[in-house]
């Protein structure tokens, strides 16, 4: 086994799939994995250790569709009057390598130019299970926190991207602060219209303004 299939074996069974078999095709490794329901799909990353952000976009597809075909649940207890529901076994065949989309080429990223692989998988597991970035008041003082766990020095761009490749939201205490005035404003106009009221022309012109 290849490091390159090792990594891509790794990976699927890291997010909860069972792998099949793993084989190699032109310049792309592939990986035929079946989730918790039965449900079979194929994967598959270039030969180059270097293609960090295709590693991670596949690594995403594969969460996707681990909660898209999570276990069956029991069925639930029915009167005997009831109709029995039956559900029928999903097909287990494993899907030809020629039918598996192929990620889509994208730009060298902030973070395959700073990190290594695997500290990028290190610094996307940190922000999806370790300390998150909601504990900290700016992008600036998370990126000062991850830079000291990791020992190396971490772009707030990087950890950015992290956070898109994760689904980690970006928390309310990092956006731009509203002027106080305008917020205000635009609640008093929304109330007066939604009580019927016709405002004057001067808080016409003031909520142009701030509009």
Not at 64 to 84: G, H, I, Q
Request: with cysteine.
């Amino acid at each position: 086994m290849t490091n390159r299939t090792r990594d891509l074996v790794q990976m699927a069974k890291a997010v909860g799939l069972d792998v099949i078999k793993h084989y190699q095709k032109d310049s792309r490794i592939f990986v035929d994995t079946r989730a918790a329901n039965g449900v079979t799909r194929a994967f598959n990353i270039t030969k180059s250790p270097n293609d960090i952000r295709g590693d991670v976009n596949e690594r995403a597809r594969m969460k996707r569709f681990v909660n898209e075909n999570p276990a069956p649940t029991a069925p639930t207890p029915e009167t005997p009057k009831r109709k029995t529901l039956t559900v029928k076994k999903a097909d287990s065949t494993p899907i030809s390598p020629d039918a598996a989309p192929a990620p889509a080429a994208a730009p060298v990223s902030t973070a395959a130019q700073e990190l290594t692989q695997k500290e990028f998988y290190r610094l996307c597991s940190f922000v999806e299970q370790g300390e998150g970035p909601a504990q900290y008041s700016s992008l600036e003082a998370y990126a000062m926190r991850v830079s000291g766990v990791m020992g190396q020095t971490v772009s707030e761009d990087a950890i950015r991207e992290a956070m898109d490749v994760t689904g980690t939201a970006t928390p309310d205490r990092w956006l731009p602060t509203l002027d106080p005035s305008a917020v205000l404003i635009k609640e008093m106009h929304a109330l007066i219209e939604s009580l019927g009221h016709k405002p004057s022309a001067d808080f016409k012109r003031l909520f142009a303004s701030v509009a």
